[in-house]
């Protein structure tokens, strides 16, 4: 085992929230451990966000903002979290995003920001950087980060499990307190030791769940951990069937990816295989529909047509325009043989985001003391039942910032615990044993909690899903711990967790979708 660590503030994740978060709580001079399970900070879902930033302009306010939150998520938002995004966000991008990190959002020649349109949004308010937005804000949040002195970065480091008082104290009476989180065991994934990181706070910045899906548009690391790990802490997990699948990833054999909302705000139009605009009799918004309702537009009408995917056309503009507005989605289409100045898009819909997560309040805390939860592993209220475009990454921004600084005024008046060894098997893994659980894990959820879901589905979906988690669990506890066996523990705690979630909730809702 190798030395303990000690911090005041531990963050793990180092997404757009966990950055914000560690230079918040960084700046109030707390010492700060920023965690991530890859080779670099630059990981998770932030860097992949295409289209934008919801951004209040001069000809919006924060009433009509909030409104256009609370339509999109069916009205089953938490009040209070949608206000202070709407009333915090706009001020925290100016003063963070434009003042000090100085993301370069797109602007006209006089030097005044460019607003754009995206789905169920009733004004022209999404600032962007063509469409790498979230490349550009987490290179810039990164940036800073490097050169604060008080962060101690971990890389290729992977976390287990919360460290909490009734699983891992020696002393057995501390099961009768209340339930508390003092960081965390980890796994360095290069000399596959482990690590205990003991915290005074502890901020969950793990990002999301698109993983357990057999078609997302998330990256690798996106399989549950956080609310897998804060599941089996204790705390609180709520939403979690709210699962949004975003309507458009690009159709190709090479694997899918992300076609911006933006798109769709600029005029693209969705027709079938034989050309017709079937979103013109599902929707009087049409192509600009809440994402579920376009999402399951185009899987009904995959299965009316019997073709695999639908085409999403913006060939009508201009191709110069859309070289310059779109670049990354213009030249990843483009190696792909698809140049879609000339012609559609072949698209098919992918989980994207998870609307639920484990519960917290409007500065980031969870029903765990000393546990905070931000960004996609949490769930705010913010979204309801279906998350309005655009709102994900001033989340990230708004309570990234909100948890730093609240965890920082905390006190740290407390003794950690004297903890048990961290015991891992000594047989070395089956690949072939996780490779198959995965395909498992993936097929299921797509096929029984997808888009579409039926009470029938959801009961096959669980029993599949506790068997297998039996297994895993049983060779868990067998085998060298490896990150790659931590994940699969991970995804299958979480996909029970929301099949779980999906059959308690009759109610058909937003991105639950329960056929009759």
């Known amino acids: 085992m190798l030395n303990n660590l000690n911090t005041n503030i531990l963050v793990v994740g180092s997404g757009l929230s966990g950055a914000v978060a560690a230079l918040a709580a960084a700046e109030e001079n707390k010492k700060v451990i920023l965690l991530t399970k890859n080779s670099n900070l630059l990981s998770g879902s932030t860097a992949w966000a295409q289209g934008g930033i919801a951004y209040t302009n001069k000809n919006d306010t924060p009433e009509k903002f909030k409104n256009d939150i609370m339509r999109a998520g069916n009205k089953n938002n938490y009040k209070l979290a949608v206000e202070q995004l709407v009333n915090k966000g706009p001020k925290l991008i100016e003063e963070l995003l434009i003042n000090t990190f100085n993301v370069p959002f797109e602007r006209d020649g006089q030097d005044n920001l460019i607003f754009t349109s995206e789905a169920a949004h009733s ?7 063509k469409d790498t937005t979230g490349y550009n804000i987490h290179n810039a949040v990164i940036a800073k980060i490097k050169k604060t002195q008080n962060i101690t970065v971990l890389t290729n480091t992977t976390a287990i499990d919360l460290l909490t008082y009734s699983h891992h104290s020696t002393e057995y009476s501390d099961i009768y307190k209340n339930p508390t989180c ?53 705390a609180r997990c709520v939403n979690l069937h709210y699962i949004q699948f975003h309507p458009t990833a690009l159709f190709h054999e090479s694997g899918r990816f992300l076609i ?22 599902l929707h009087k918004d049409c192509e600009l529909a809440p994402r579920d309702i376009v999402a399951r537009g185009i899987h009904k009408t995959l299965i009316n047509t019997n ?28 190696s792909l043989g698809i140049d879609i100045t000339q012609k559609a898009i072949p698209v098919v819909p992918a989980a994207h985001y998870s609307c639920g997560g484990v519960s917290v309040d409007l500065s980031g805390k969870t029903s765990l003391e000393r546990l905070y939860a931000i960004g996609e592993v949490s769930c705010t209220g913010v979204h309801g039942s279906n998350r309005l475009a655009s709102t994900s990454l001033l989340e990230c921004l708004v309570w990234g910032y909100l948890s730093g600084k609240n965890a920082s005024l905390q006190k740290s008046d407390y003794q950690t615990p004297i903890t048990k060894d961290w015991i891992q098997g000594t047989k070395e893994i089956d690949r072939a044993l996780i490779t198959q659980d995965w395909l498992t894990i993936k097929n299921t959820m797509w096929n029984y909690v997808g ?8 009961h096959r979906a669980q029993d599949i899903l506790r068997n297998l988690q039996y297994d895993i669990e049983k060779y868990y506890q067998q ?18 967790a929301i099949t779980s979630s999906a059959l308690e909730d009759r109610n058909s809702q937003g991105c639950h979708y329960i056929e009759p």
């Open 307 to 334: 073709h695999p995917c639908v085409y999403l056309d913006i060939s009508h503009k201009k191709a110069d325009w859309i070289k310059n507005r779109f670049p990354s989605i213009y030249n990843h289409c483009k």
């Open 123 to 129: 004004n022209n308010r999404i600032i962007h950087c």
């Open 451 to 458: 888009l579409i879901r039926t009470q029938e589905r959801l």
């Open 260 to 281: 911006s909302e933006a798109l769709r705000g600029e005029g693209a139009k969705l027709t079938d295989v034989n050309g017709n605009n079937f979103m013109e009799d």
């Open 479 to 496: 085998y060298k711990l490896t990150p790659n066996i931590i994940g699969l523990r991970n995804g299958i705690q979480t996909a029970v």
């Open 182 to 234: 003092f960081g965390i065991v980890a796994l360095n994934n290069k000399t596959k030791e482990t690590i205990k990181i003991f915290s005074d706070q502890t901020i969950l910045a793990t990002g999301g769940l698109g993983q357990l899906y057999s078609h997302t548009t998330n990256p690798l690391e996106s399989r549950g951990d956080g609310i897998a790990m804060a599941w089996r802490a204790g």
